[in-house]
């Protein structure tokens, strides 16, 4: 069966620092994979998607980007985090059908 | 591009009341409609969904409802309980290239008070 791994579950981290967070799917090759953002209180919001190796998608201007250096793995990473970059970060899959497959989040603090 | 709007953004029913959850599309060519439960903390759980050739689907105390015409699709829990207690998402979908897009509503917390 195809399992997603999301990590870390929680982090907090100095304004001005860098962030990489890492998404993994088991169980499938050539998943098309996507990072959601949660605000609190508020809905998902898509800011990456990619439907292969080194194929990124960008949905809003950000200060964020997202790397997809194997079939099964997404990252996403900033350089230089800011305050406005907290909320609950899910990546999710889909495969040939459109049903999507989310992680358990994480939830990203900026201090 | 498509933008999904849901409402209400908050909900409370006795147990055992219906609950209904409503959402309008603005991408005519969207097809596919599904329904997500997120529990506090953790990342949304497909609950049900609706394909655009399908009016109707049923699922014990969980139905939806779609109208192509009018570009809205609706969430109807019956029955509630406490465990329905939840914020949840609805998404509305087109294919794009080799992809599927998912566009979500805003969200709505349902309360089901014991």
């Given at each position: 069966s195809q399992t997603i791994h999301q990590w870390p579950a929680t982090l907090v981290q100095p304004v001005g620092s860098p962030l990489s967070l890492e998404c993994t799917v088991e169980g499938t090759s050539n998943p098309n994979l996507y990072w959601y953002r949660q605000a609190a209180g508020r809905g998902l919001q898509l800011l990456f998607y990619s439907v292969g190796i080194g194929q990124i998608s960008s949905e809003v201007p950000q200060n964020l980007s997202a790397s997809r250096p194997q079939d099964r793995q997404f990252i996403l990473s900033s350089k230089k985090l800011l305050l406005s970059d907290s909320g609950f970060y899910l990546c999710a899959w889909t495969g040939d059908y459109t049903e999507a497959f989310f992680g358990q989040g994480t939830r990203l603090t900026v201090v | 591009g498509e933008n999904v709007e849901q409402h209400p953004s908050t909900l409370s029913v006795q147990e055992g009341d219906s609950a209904v959850i409503k959402c309008t599309y603005s991408?005519?060519?969207?097809n596919y409609f599904p329904w997500y439960k997120q529990e506090l903390g953790k990342g949304p759980q497909l609950i049900i969904d609706i394909r655009s050739n399908v009016g109707e689907k049923k699922d014990q105390r969980i139905a939806v409802t779609l109208n192509k015409t009018a570009k809205h699709f609706s969430l109807h829990i019956t029955e509630?309980?406490?465990?329905?207690?939840a914020v949840y998402f609805c998404a509305a979908t087109r294919r794009m290239d080799s992809s599927y897009k998912l566009i979500f509503g805003s969200g709505t917390r349902l309360l089901v008070r014991p």
């Open positions: - | 991408d005519s060519a969207s509630t309980q406490p465990e329905d207690s």
